[in-house]
């Protein structure tokens, strides 16, 4: 039984996961709904919030996420993010948040060394931010989800 917000991935059928890295991110807290769906290396990617019942949307080109602080992964020769900065603004609404990694848990396909692969980090995070719409402002603080994808060679 669990009775908490939560985030659930409905991904299904084959992904090829050698070429498309994304960083995912959510976070929930009554009357506040954060959610980012970033793809670095492509053009796109959405970002919005929920505020109270009404929805606030980012395009690709109304947001920033710079991630400020890294950590080597030994196993797979790779650097992840620990800490990730979003800044927003799509003239309605202006959004700034810290993700702090919390814990880490890297997930990649079964694949031999020499085939590139694509390493998922899920991580559990406290996000620390603040949404103004129309000159009313919220903070917020609490625990939430992201994930960072990064490709072997």
Known sequence: SVN????????WGEWDLT????????????GLIFDLGDFPDKPG???????NGQRYVFQSGQYTLTHTAWAYDPV????YPTQSVFQAN??????ALTMNVQLTDPLSAPLPPSVPNAIIYE?????????SIQGNSISFTGNGFKEYTALTQ
């Open 123 to 131: 991580q559990t995070a406290i996000y620390s931010g603040w949404v």
């Open 4 to 11: 908490a917000p939560g985030y659930h991935d409905h991904n």
């Open 90 to 95: 799509n003239g309605t609404a202006t959004m």
């Open 19 to 30: 070429g498309v890295p994304w960083n995912w991110a959510q976070y929930s807290q009554p």
């Open 45 to 51: 990617g959405i970002a919005s919030v929920e505020v």
């Open 76 to 79: 797979h020769n790779v650097n």
